[in-house]
């Protein structure tokens, strides 16, 4: 993982809380909330197997930073935090939601973009080979890296309109008919 440069963590807490969301801090080992009992945190807890530390004050963990989330069930307040953040950070972090209600920030090189240009070099492919889906704007990152990319049905209108195609939603098995239709019929 990639840390965040501390003056770009400290500005974007303060972007986040300016828009009304609660900011979390990640470093490579521990998850900092400030409210333990906050939004999101008990769903936060059963997806990443692990519960958080409560840090009332985060200036002690600004250096060690992998990843900070905005989170709020205003989405509004969200999108507009993430436009926010990208204007004023976007040369220093990567800023995009990967759910609704969460603002992922991270170094710029920590995204799912990475990911295609880890894969093409790893596999010793180009990556125009690469077929890339998602239904988030942080999947419009990797989008824009691979060959081919597919937008979940359930997805918003603007990553929609990222994608090369778009699929099913993933209550229709959106990702299966895109692998049989999409990747696994196209010729040439």
Partial sequence: MRDLPKDATARAIELINDHGLVAWLYTDTVWYVQDPKGP???RESKTVGFGPEVASDYSSYLAEAAKIV?????LEAVAECEKAVQAELGEHVSAARSQPYYLDVTHPAA???S???????VYLTPQSTIA???DMPND????KKSGMSIAMGNA????QAEANFVSHSNEEEGFAHAMQQLV???RG
Avoid: C, P, Q
């Avoid at 990911?115 to 070099?121: G, K, M, N, T």
């Avoid at 419009?140 to 989008?143: A, C, E, G, Q, T």
């Avoid at 918003?156 to 990553?159: G, L, Y």
């Fill in 115 to 121: 990911v295609v240009d880890f894969l093409a070099a």
């Fill in 140 to 143: 419009v990152l990797m989008f």
């Fill in 132 to 134: 890339t889906i998602g």
């Fill in 184 to 186: 696994l019929n196209r």
């Fill in 70 to 74: 905005g989170v709020s069930d205003d």
């Fill in 40 to 42: 999101h945190v008990d």
């Fill in 111 to 113: 995204n799912k973009g």
């Fill in 156 to 159: 918003s209108k603007e990553v």
